[in-house]
Structures are given as C-alpha cells and as structure tokens.
C-alpha cells in the first residue's frame, strides 16, 4: 500500500496562487494513478483533477479548468496540484489519492488510499 501526506495549503486572496504537494511513501508511486479531490464547509467531496501512472494523460473538473495543473515527478515520489487565479469558491480541503486504475478517474470510490488533506482558503 501507499502512504500519503499533502502540504503546501493555506491563505491566499483571490487571484493568487498556491501548489500543493503530495508526498507518497510505501509502494512504488508509479503503479498508481493520482487524483486531487477537495471538500468545502457543507459539501460534498469532489473530483478536482486526475494524472495518469507516467503522468502523459490528465483530467480536470470543468470548474478548474485552465486554472489548475496537475503534475507528478515519480523520482521524487509526489505529484501536485498547481492553482492559479484562485477564487473564493476554491475554499475547501484538499486531499490527494491513489488508485491502480489504469487511467484517471474522477470516481472517490475507485481511490484505496488518501491522505488527510490540506485546507485552502482564498479571501475575497
């Protein structure tokens, strides 16, 4: 199994940017497809964005869309979620995962393993 551990959350106003990071330890990193995921007071969790094992294939929220990138370095073991023109709206927690599934995929339950999450708050 993997283990997870996300940092680089905190505050930033609106238009501002933050990466955040996803350190994973355990089992080889590159077996496993990762996602971003993120909760907001009240919410639902959602899908955020996905990259595949070798990182050639990604998938977005439309809601992110052209302002987040997703990325990952398998030497370095983590993957990351890079989030420009942040908006009020982005403010929630943010959690990494990770599944063997062989593409990205936007479904929580295709994710065995998570981490505990870093919180977003973007100021208006």
């Known amino acids: 199994q993997v283990q997870l551990q996300e940092s680089g959350g905190g505050l930033v106003q609106a238009g501002g940017s933050l990466r955040l990071s996803c350190a994973a330890s355990g089992r080889t990193f590159s077996s496993y497809t990762m996602g971003w995921f993120r909760q907001a007071p009240g919410k639902e969790r959602e899908f955020v964005a996905a990259i595949s094992r070798n990182g050639d294939n990604t998938n977005y929220a439309d809601s992110v869309k052209g302002r987040f990138t997703i990325s990952r370095d398998n030497a370095r073991d983590t993957a990351y979620l890079h989030m420009n023109s942040l908006k009020p709206e982005d403010t929630a927690v943010y959690s990494c995962?990770?599944?063997?599934?062989?593409?990205?995929?936007?479904?929580?339950?295709?994710?065995?393993?998570w981490g505990q999450g870093t919180q977003v708050t973007v100021s208006s």
């Open positions: 995962a990770a599944t063997t599934a062989a593409v990205p995929v936007t479904w929580l339950g295709a994710h065995a393993y």
